[in-house]
């Protein structure tokens, strides 16, 4: 499409720029609509300050994933392989929107289906198109196609539910999703290829996002944000060749949203109570046994990110 275009007319690090400021703009505008259709928060009944996100527009997710899927059409070159991740991006993130706009709260397990199914159509995909060799460290070896199989449909499902159980406070998860995005994008740019470019328009997008979402926020991503990003973060570690890379540069996310996750899996299947005196997610904790404000769970979360980042990246 448009990538054709003008590719022959302006450098790849040129068109990785406009497509940044196209995605930032339209983003803006688009966000700046606030559609009536988008439903408005209910407020947490169990969440810190949860009173607090009442009335604000939710599932905003809707808006900017399909910005993002639109823009990557124009300005990425097109693949059969592409092209299905991009509807499975939209797929996870209507997912999320469908959950967002229910005037009851989807059930669990009919969300974990979800996203089962759209982690094993992905890995058919993937491994249809890709071979099995991953990188650790300095170390290049390959997984049989089983075990990857197996070990990739359950990277993506953590990837969206810990990402989604992270986005709890103004700012905080489009925060990190852009740290970890663009420690894929610079530590694995040849790996990447044009899928490095679509992490850059992912990030122009949450940047757009975040002037409405951080504190005191005037829009929430929903599930059909968070999950969506979650998503793409799990592709993008696949691509790199460097799968096991989503534990260093994700590990914030993981710990947030993933020890809320292996509480209640611990309390409903095995009636272990070990994690009790840990309110999860994370953030929570931190803001209520802690006393931090919203402001210095985002940033210092984000710190301590970034310096895991870079130190993965001195190994």
Known sequence: MLYELLIGRFTQFQLSAISMIA????????????????????????????ALSKGKLRGVGLVFVIDFILLSVLFLPLSVEFLIYLGLTFLIMLSGYMDDASEKPWNEYKKGLIDFVISVATMVTFLSQNDTKVNFLAFEFSIPYPVYFVLGVILIWIAINVTNCSDGVDGLCASLVIVTVMSFKIMFSENLGSMGTAAQILCAVLLAYLYFNCSPSSMLMGDAGSRALGF?????AMKSSHPFAYLMLSLV?????????????????????????????????????LEWSDTQVVIRFIIIQVVISVLFAAL
């Open 23 to 50: 995605a930032f703009i339209i983003t803006f505008l688009t966000l700046n609509m606030r559609f009536s259709f988008l439903p408005q928060d209910q407020g947490r009944a169990f969440a810190i300050n949860g």
């Open 232 to 236: 793409f973060i799990a592709l993008l």
């Open 253 to 289: 996310l993981i710990i947030d949203g993933g020890l809320g996750l292996l509480k209640i899996s611990l309390i409903r299947f095995l009636k272990l109570h070990v994690m009790s005196n840990l309110r999860t997610p994370i953030h929570d904790h931190m803001r209520k046994n």
